[in-house]
């Protein structure tokens, strides 16, 4: 009777233990499910902004989410800090080409049209990495700040994630706006390497990459992430200096790669000023356009050569 019973009650405790572990399972699989897809409608829906801003172009938006272009646009755009979805700059975009296209036909010649477009491309590209530049700069300046508060909160015992989420609110934009998201995706069950990782994607820089291995090594042995941090302070405290004296020296240099190529622009204008008619009359026959062409990639030859020659890598 005794052992009948002892396997009745083991037969129970195994269906019980069978049952929960389904129901567990269920739950763990119905959860991943709801996350992803909040995930997927917070960052594809793009219909309403987190100041309430209503979004435009919702649909070509969405549809320009899933290719390969709009994925890197978007990540462009999020390196940048700019509140535009991928759908409103490319209108945009197509926007100041055709205006462009349009007053380059009406104002040169008609043959400068195109090359009037191209050029709003382009300087829709430059403006994108202009602010990605800009706030890689910005986020850069603040990386010593951002070393130590780490340390100090790990020094008293904190965990990582929590000096992030701390961080985040002591520090102002672009860095406690980037280590907010870093939180909110830790928050969410990401894990810190994906986190940190996707950080270092948005805002490229060797200092940044150095502090992120930092933390994600620290995280992974549990290594002496305090005294680490405070070495990487100091370093980057003296990074900072040294970038600044940089950008001072090569500052005319600059200035002298965007001068060339207006310069040729303009003597366009001043060439039709003096003889009106003149562009139409050159841009008429193949010579002319080839000779046209040539002087254009010459202008940008020039302007990449001047740039690549003023980058320093410190």
């Known amino acids: 009777m005794e052992f009948r019973t002892l396997i009745t009650l083991t037969t129970g405790i195994t269906l019980l233990t069978c049952a929960l572990a389904v129901a567990g399972i269920h739950a763990y699989a119905a959860g991943r499910a709801q996350r992803q897809a909040l995930v997927e409608r917070l960052s594809s829906s793009g219909q309403i902004a987190v100041g309430g801003r209503r979004r435009r172009f919702g649909d070509l938006d969405r549809r320009l989410r899933r290719t390969k272009l709009g994925r890197k646009l978007e990540l462009r755009l999020a390196a940048t800090g700019l509140d535009v979805t991928p759908g409103e700059f490319f209108v945009y975009m197509l926007t100041a080409v055709a205006g462009l296209w349009l007053v380059g036909q009406a104002t040169l010649a008609p043959f400068f049209g195109p090359i009037a477009g191209l050029l709003g491309i382009w300087a829709a ?80 820089s060797r200092e940044l990459v150095v502090l992120v291995t930092t933390l994600v090594l620290s995280n992974r042995a549990g290594g002496q992430v305090v005294s680490a941090l405070r070495n990487l302070t100091e370093t980057l405290e003296e990074r900072k200096e040294t970038r600044r004296e940089i950008r001072t020296q090569l500052s005319q240099v600059n200035m002298t790669s965007y001068a060339v190529p207006a310069m040729g622009i303009g003597s366009l204008f001043l060439m039709n000023g003096v003889k009106d008619g003149a562009l139409d009359r050159m841009t008429g026959s193949p010579a002319g356009q080839v000779a046209v062409i040539v002087a254009f990639g010459l202008y940008a030859i020039g302007f990449v050569l001047i740039r690549r020659l003023s980058r320093i890598d410190v």
């Open 125 to 204: 590209v430059q403006f994108l990495n202009w602010q990605r530049q800009k706030r890689i700069e910005r986020f850069i300046n603040q990386l010593p700040e951002l070393a130590r508060i780490l340390a100090n909160a790990t020094h008293a015992g904190l965990a990582l994630r929590t000096a992030i989420g701390m961080a985040a609110e002591e520090l102002e934009a672009p860095a406690g706006e980037e280590l907010a998201k870093v939180a909110n995706q830790l928050a969410i069950g990401a894990s810190m390497d994906d986190a940190l990782g996707e950080l270092a994607d948005r805002l490229p």
